[in-house]
């Protein structure tokens, strides 16, 4: 398949399709939304069961194209300033606000480009030492514990690891001093309260509604953030540029006043990047613990690939640990923490004999993508060879945890090294059982539900 050449005939304002080009199937239901939300991948499987890879909705209300194809993919993440632009719902926009990535398509482009360094490459290798610190310190207090509820543990070390590199605040430091937050639970809170704004339903500011909570926490971590930047400046005259994300942007707006970053901006993006990455990098943490729980008969190649990698965890050695990477990618594929972005149709499009009309919203679904045998022999099976060097599967729009086109996650890389450190120093201390299965949330992201424990033994 020759996925380059895509071939999509974009149609202009008021031409007519051809005679035989035909809408997705399926009629939008008044209730699609509910079901939804309540199960995306049982809502993904069925209809998939019975109108294929494409098929309508009215999830989020209008008509909503849920798609899985790699080329229907293809053509719902390369559209953007040509025929897509992101259309996320109206509470969670409001909630982003004026200097996210998705308010201007138009600065999308530049913003991102100025983000990336923070996240990746040399700075990326430069958080190494501390996210491996954090995590071992972090597992090390479960040392005596024969039973744990795993997604709150699990998050609460990710909260630890991402805040600092994130918003440049270290709780060892009594960074919070003087600020007006004052303790690290009170930051979890009002981030959760923040992060739960985004999805309120209701777009109405009210102590009531979650957006109206969304709103004011929001304000509050902007205030923070305006605090930490603040103190950041009073304590080093020239910025260092590579101590985490925060100092990364601080230090090109010191350089270039007049460049992409504005103090609005740089506020803005902290809270962006920890909205984007907390939950959905402990969610994926817990699921891989929780998928070797339910295939065992995994973890002994898992630790023989250990075996040579021990002490100082370097970015060469994690890329060594193939095995690894293939059981969080086939994790990633069986349980992917969330869809992809919304994107609305700026112009009507034919791929393949189906029209997507004008003002129609598309979705890229993995959980329809990850399913289809065209992209995966045996779908159903939780098999990391797949995702092996040689294997031919996993591959570009047709493996999609992480999106793709120009809106590809702009953390993928350090939510997969993480969860590299993480599942590396849990497998050489613990040994593990599930206690049952677990129920997840499944909206808006996946992750298995607070009250589930799972039992451990030390190994050292
Ligand atoms: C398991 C971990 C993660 C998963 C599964 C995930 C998944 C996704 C997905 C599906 C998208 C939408 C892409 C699209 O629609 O094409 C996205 C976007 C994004 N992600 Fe992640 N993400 C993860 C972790 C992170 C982390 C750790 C960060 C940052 C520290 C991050 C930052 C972002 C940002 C900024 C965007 C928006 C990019 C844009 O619109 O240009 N994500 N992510």
């Known amino acids: 398949m020759d996925l380059q050449n895509l071939e999509l005939e974009i149609l202009e304002v008021g031409q007519n399709p051809p005679t035989g080009i035909k809408p997705p199937p399926r009629k939008p239901k008044w209730d699609d939304t509910l079901a939804y939300i309540a199960d995306p991948e049982r809502f993904c499987r069925e209809n998939f069961q019975k109108y294929g890879p494409i098929f309508q909705t009215s999830i989020f209300g209008g008509t909503t194209i849920l798609v899985g194809s790699a080329k229907a993919n293809q053509m719902v993440f390369n559209g953007d300033l040509k025929y897509t632009e992101i259309a996320l719902p109206a509470t969670t926009m409001e909630m982003f606000g004026e200097y996210s990535l998705f308010q201007r398509p138009d600065l999308h482009r530049q913003r991102k480009t100025a983000l990336r360094p923070g996240l990746t490459g040399s700075m990326l290798k430069r958080y190494l030492p501390e996210i491996d610190r954090t995590v071992c310190n972090g597992i090390k207090n479960w040392q005596n514990q024969s039973k744990i509820a795993l997604y709150p543990e699990v998050e609460a070390i990710c909260f630890d690891i ?62 923070l953030m305006q605090g930490v930047i603040n103190k950041r400046r009073q304590q080093e005259e020239k910025i260092d540029p590579t101590k985490d994300f925060l100092g990364m942007m601080l230090a090109s707006l010191q350089e270039n006043p007049e460049g992409v970053f504005s103090d609005r901006l740089i506020e803005n ?15 994926l943490d817990c699921s891989v613990i929780y998928q070797l729980g339910r295939y065992p008969q995994y973890i002994e190649t898992l630790r023989k690939e250990q075996t040579a990698n021990k002490n100082n965890l370097s970015l060469e050695i994690l890329k060594e640990m193939i095995f690894l990477e293939a059981v969080i990618k086939e994790t990633l594929r069986t349980l992917p923490p969330s869809s992809t972005a919304n994107r609305k149709l700026t112009k009507s499009v034919i791929l393949e004999g189906i029209l997507y009309q004008k003002d129609w919203v598309i979705i890229a679904e993995p959980r329809i993508a990850h399913n289809l045998p065209e992209h995966f022999q045996t779908p159903e099976k939780f098999n990391p060879n797949r995702f092996l060097p040689n294997s031919k599967e996993g591959k570009m729009y047709e493996f999609i945890p ?17 969860t590299k450190i993480f599942i590396a120093r849990f497998l050489n201390a613990f040994d593990w059982n599930l206690n049952g299965e677990a129920k997840f949330v499944n909206f808006p992201l996946k992750k298995i539900k607070q009250e589930y424990q799972i039992s451990i033994a030390s190994r050292c």
């Open 162 to 223: 991402l805040v600092p590199i994130l918003l440049g605040i270290n709780f060892d430091n009594g960074d919070l001093e003087g600020l007006p937050i004052s303790s690290k639970s009170e930051l979890k809170q009002l981030y959760g309260t923040f992060f739960d704004g985004f999805y309120g339903l209701i777009k109405w500011k009210s102590p009531l509604t979650a957006y109206g909570r969304g709103i004011a926490a929001r304000a509050k971590l902007i205030e």
């Open 269 to 283: 993006q902290c809270l962006l990047q920890l909205w984007a990455s907390l939950y959905e990098n402990a969610g």
């Open 402 to 418: 992480f999106g793709g086109g120009v809106h590809a996650c702009l953390g993928a890389q350090i939510a997969m090294t993480i």
